[in-house]
């Protein structure tokens, strides 16, 4: 009687246990909180691009120059290129995108977009010279506002690797610079440092 | 017989282990209203295990160029290193969140007994409160 009840037991457990093995053998696919904290590998990933964000946002609309300079009107800049001096592929270009996006909804800042200078050209003279377009009602050439600061960086790396350690050191520098004076008016850097160990039974 | 009883155990151990994984959640909110006279600040515990490692103190906050700005102090109440991250939610001044999903989770690796300050800055002027979300890693 006991004998059987323990061949019960043993026989469930046994078949959970195939059941979770089973399981990891599906693929599925699911949608992930694109906040969470993402280590799929040590590459630059997601994580990092938003701590950097966020600390260079937070530094630069605290730093006190920078806040007296807003409290009282909403400067023009632009955005120019983050150098990518790692050896990664890495688009500096959605970094800097996160960050003017975060400083323009704090409503401090505007911004000028560099990208689109030949598309804004081309609708320009669409209004003003195919006479397609009501004089009145046209955007006038020659009355776009020019930017006031500029805002640029790099993004760098240190990689050292042993047969069982891979160590990353990223840095991020971000400065804006007064056009007219030439003065870097902020500055700050973002460092990350992320480390993979080789488990036991690990590749 | 008393092989039996003790694979019946360790399967039953692992059932168990793997069941308790997929039920953790985030752990330790803390609340702060600075406009509010009555109820100034206090800790949410969703997970008791977690607030026996980790305890948020130190909530202090100030306007900035007219944004909140705020610092806490994150603490390791154990001897061992933990990993834990955290994450800042908004509110207006109707208790709206504002500015939802721009905040990410921060990884960040507390040493045994470590204290550290947290710091976050408001998105926008509207911002009258703030909450402190920390879970394990």
């Known amino acids: ?22 399981q990891g053998c599906s693929t599925k696919v699911a949608y992930q909180d694109a906040t969470e904290v993402e280590t799929a590998t040590i590459d630059f990933g997601s994580t990092d691009l938003q701590q950097i964000a966020s600390k260079m946002v937070d530094s630069v609309l605290t730093f006190p120059p920078i806040v007296q300079v807003t409290n009282e009107r909403r400067p023009v800049m632009f955005v120019d290129k983050i150098k990518n001096k790692t050896t990664e592929h890495i688009d500096t270009e959605s970094i800097t995108d996160t960050i003017s996006t975060r400083i323009l909804r704090s409503g401090k800042f505007r ?3 560099m990208t689109k200078v030949s598309e ?11 006479g ?25 790396s240190i990689v050292k690797k042993t047969d069982d350690v891979k160590d990353v050191y990223y840095k991020f520098t971000l400065k804006v610079m007064h056009l007219e004076s030439g003065i870097v008016e902020w500055s700050d850097e973002k460092e990350i440092r992320k480390q993979r160990e080789k488990s036991l039974f690990g590749r | 017989m008393k092989n039996h009883h ?31 006279a009555d109820v100034k600040k206090h800790l949410l515990i969703h997970n008791d295990a977690l607030a026996k490692n980790i305890t948020i103190s ?51 690796s507390l040493h045994g007994a470590q204290s550290m300050s947290v710091h976050g800055v408001a998105p926008n002027g509207s911002v009258k409160s703030y909450r402190l979300n920390v879970k394990g890693q």
């Not at chain 1, 804004?120 to 195919?130: C, D, G, K, T």
């Open chain 2, 58 to 108: 130190d909530m202090r906050s100030r306007e900035v160029g007219g944004l909140l700005e705020v610092n806490l102090k994150l603490t390791n109440l154990t001897s061992s290193d933990k990993a834990v991250a955290y994450r800042f939610s908004w509110f207006d001044g109707d208790e709206f969140e504002v500015e939802i999903g721009t905040d990410a989770w921060t990884p960040v």
């Open chain 1, 132 to 156: 397609m377009v009501n004089r009145n009602s046209a955007a006038q050439i020659g009355r776009q506002v020019g930017a006031e600061y500029m805002m640029y960086g790099n993004l760098s």
């Open chain 1, 120 to 130: 804004v050209r081309e609708q320009l003279e669409f209004q003003n010279e195919s």
């Open chain 2, 6 to 36: 003790y694979f019946a155990k360790l399967f039953a151990s692992i059932l168990l282990v793997t069941l308790l994984n997929g039920c953790s959640t985030s752990g330790i909110e803390a609340i702060g209203k600075p406009d509010d």
């Open chain 1, 1 to 22: 009687m006991l004998m059987k009840k323990y061949s019960s037991i043993v026989g469930l457990t046994v078949m959970a246990a195939a059941l979770l093995v089973l």
């Open chain 1, 111 to 113: 911004f000028v977009d």
